[in-house]
T-cell receptor, first 114, second 115 residues
Framework: EAGVAQSPRYKIIEKRQSVAFWCNPI?????LYWYQQILGQGPKLLIQ????????DSQLPKDRFSAERLKGVDSTLKIQPAKLEDSAVYLC????????????FGDGTRLSIL | AQTVTQSQPEMSVQEAETVTLSCTYD???????LFWYKQPPSRQMILVIR??????QNATENRFSVNFQKAAKSFSLKISDSQLGDAAMYFC????????????FGTGTSLTVIP
């Protein structure tokens, strides 16, 4: 089966600019996750979707980050305006609905803020 | 919220030897799932092994096995006959069975395999 697709692979922007990331989950996976992974740390959940509804966005900095999952399939994560501390790898993952199933991760987008 | 702790930021092992990576977690739930993920330098996270909390038998996947101690809330990963390709960051993860089925990750252990 095709894996989780993410684009772009790398992005370099200046602070205060905006950026958007795209994720296409594995077909049929109801749950989609966005994580932020700062160098040397574990993934931190930003937002979790179940189909097109938000399950958990408690750690999403809502003043600058937004995410949507239209039609319960693809998802986009946006940062506007970006800050230096947003430099990280942004990982998208998907899983089937049942809790015994693991997440499948994409390759991630490495974001560098200048 | 549940917390997952990996107390070993870095570990090293000689090729062909055995290494154990530690993980502890804090939860009040009785039913949950535990996972070990591997993240090579190429960055994509890959599932290594999973354990259901209701199962007493430790999970095994080829050279990878776990020591699951539910009462102690401990979930260590043992890698036998270590290979150069095992070098990576290893993350322990906890998945709740409550509404949302959230995942919680540890901070990772960087494993170096010495030829």
């Amino acid at each position: 089966e095709a894996g989780v697709a993410q684009s772009p692979r790398y992005k370099i922007i200046e602070k205060r600019q905006s950026v958007a990331f795209w994720c296409n989950p594995i077909s049929g996976h109801a749950t989609l996750y966005w994580y932020q992974q700062i160098l040397g740390q574990g993934p931190k959940l930003l937002i979790q979707f179940q189909n097109n509804g938000v399950v958990d966005d408690s750690q999403l900095p809502k003043d600058r980050f937004s995410a949507e999952r239209l039609k319960g399939v693809d998802s986009t994560l946006k940062i506007q305006p970006a800050k230096l501390e947003d430099s990280a790898v942004y990982l998208c993952a998907s899983s089937p609905g049942s809790p015994n199933q693991p997440q499948h991760f994409g390759d991630g987008t490495r974001l560098s803020i200048l | 919220a549940q917390t997952v702790t990996q107390s070993q930021p870095e570990m090293s092992v000689q090729e062909a030897e055995t290494v154990t990576l530690s993980c502890t977690y804090d939860t009040s739930e009785s039913d949950y799932y535990l996972f070990w993920y591997k993240q090579p330098p190429s960055r994509q996270m890959i599932l290594v092994i999973r354990q259901e909390a209701y199962k007493q038998q430790n999970a095994t996947e080829n050279r990878f096995s776990v020591n699951f101690q539910k009462a102690a809330k401990s979930f260590s990963l043992k890698i036998s006959d270590s290979q150069l390709g095992d070098a990576a960051m290893y993350f322990c993860a906890y998945r709740s069975t409550n509404t949302g089925n959230q995942f919680y990750f540890g901070t990772g252990t960087s494993l170096t395999v010495i030829p």
